[in-house]
């Protein structure tokens, strides 16, 4: 599947497509780029309902039940980008993206209703950012694209 969703990617060359593993790492890392982008504003959205007042219990649990979900496929995404990675630099900063954001995901669930103005404060997409965009590089680079 991975092959076949790496073959109709416009930006993948035949050359990478016959490289050993190419094209599974980069199938793996547009699968973690895509369930990350479901996961984040998600989480995002949770972190905001839980930090206002007029919150309903209900809509705070259904925020919390789409977020868990979506971390659900996250946690799925990073296993099969580090497989397909292995033990290398790109996986680890992709490990470290992820722990990074599910220290934040803690913090919200096990802060009180509502939200502490310190964590309601924080922007965990500008924390991740820069990170972000230096895995993105390291994928280009270790693939020639």
Not at 55 to 73: G, M, Q, T
Not at 92 to 104: E, K, N, P, S, T
Request: glycine fraction near 4%; charge should be negative.
């Amino acid at each position: 599947m991975r092959q076949y969703k790496a073959n109709l990617n416009p930006l993948l060359t035949i050359s990478l497509a016959n490289r050993n593993g190419q094209a599974n790492m980069l199938a793996a890392y547009q699968e973690l780029r895509g369930r990350f982008a479901e996961w984040l504003p998600a989480e995002v959205e949770y972190a905001a309902i839980k930090s206002r007042r007029s919150s309903s219990r209900d809509k705070i649990e259904k925020s919390k039940s789409d977020a868990v979900d979506k971390l659900a496929w996250a946690i799925g995404a990073v296993a099969d980008f580090q497989s397909a990675w292995g033990e290398s630099e790109v996986s680890d900063l992709a490990g470290g993206i992820f722990y990074h954001v599910a220290d934040w995901c803690d913090e919200i669930e096990s802060a009180p209703f509502p939200l502490p103005a310190d964590l309601k404060r924080r922007d965990i997409l500008e924390e991740i950012s820069e990170a972000s965009t230096d895995l993105h590089l390291m994928v280009c680079e270790e693939l020639s694209m």
